[in-house]
């Protein structure tokens, strides 16, 4: 039998409350039914899950494979993590000045799916000059105002990873591994795709030693771009709009503190 017209609006306003209070609505049926009881069991153990939509619930489930125990696990020391490190809910810029000062992350455009562009520029990285302590915050601030700038219905966004001109002086293996650690279990499912760009032969050395750090999840969304195809290779996912001028696009670099 059809549904009434009033039937079909009393469903409509039902999901639309549901939404407002969980996030959009997830509509496959499986992970549905294990965030309903991946938060009833984080709920218990730490009340400030009901702060949190059911979208980032299910990125953590999706970090590992839909396996409701292992990502609790994971979540509820993201909670923990999220109440040491952002007690405020944000990093002042005052705590990581100097991060900020070498203009190291630019952020603005879209790609062609609406996934927010981040450049990461390596040769401004000195860690000589900086703090491992600051560094893992700014890392915190940078995904912070990623995910504030998402569009409605998006969750992901994507990375450039600038290498030119990166040398052993830029080279902090630690503070890497740093950020990956964030990403990954803080942030997980966010990574949409990493593109690293204009790579020294030098940094392969570097990378070999990264490499076993990083989950296969994301290893899948890295991909290294030739130089003399770097423009075309962008533009499949980027429109020319919203592409970066160093790159080939029409968009000038714009520091994240100022984005």
């Known amino acids: ?47 400030s899950t009901k702060e949190v939509d059911d979208l980032m619930i299910r990125r953590f ?37 100097n991060d900020l000062s070498h203009k ?15 450049v990461a520029i390596g040769n401004r990285h000195n860690p000589s000059k900086g703090n491992p302590e600051e560094f893992k915050r700014f890392v915190a601030y940078t ?15 994507v990375v450039l990873g600038d ?9 902090d293996i630690r503070g890497y591994i740093a950020a990956l650690s964030i990403l990954q279990d803080c942030y997980p499912e966010r990574l949409g795709k990493m593109y ?11 990378w070999k030693v990264i490499y076993p750090f990083i989950d296969n999840n994301t290893k899948k969304k890295i991909v ?7 423009t075309p290779t962008l533009l499949q996912d980027i429109d020319e709009t919203q592409l970066p001028d160093i790159y080939g696009g029409k968009l000038p670099l ?4 100022d984005s």
């Open 1 to 47: 039998m059809d549904k009434t017209a009033k039937e079909q609006v009393a469903e409509s306003t039902v999901a639309a409350e549901a939404e407002c209070e969980n996030g959009p609505l997830i509509e496959d049926e499986v992970e549905r039914s294990k965030v309903g009881i991946m938060r009833a069991l984080c709920d218990r153990q730490d009340p």
């Open 61 to 97: 489930l999706r970090a590992r494979d839909l396996d409701i125990e292992k990502a609790s696990t994971l979540f509820l020391k993201y909670l923990t993590w999220k109440r040491n490190v952002l007690p405020k809910g944000h990093i002042p810029e005052t705590e990581i000045a």
């Open 104 to 118: 190291k992350v630019c952020m603005q455009g879209h790609d062609k799916i609406g996934r927010p562009i981040v």
């Open 143 to 157: 995904l912070e105002k990623i995910c504030a700038r998402m569009p409605r219905g998006e969750e992901k966004f």
């Open 163 to 171: 290498l030119q001109g990166w040398g052993y002086s830029n080279c």
């Open 196 to 206: 690293i760009v204009h790579a020294p032969y030098i940094f392969m050395t570097a």
């Open 224 to 230: 290294f771009v030739e130089n003399k195809k770097l």
């Open 254 to 257: 714009i520091p994240i503190q």
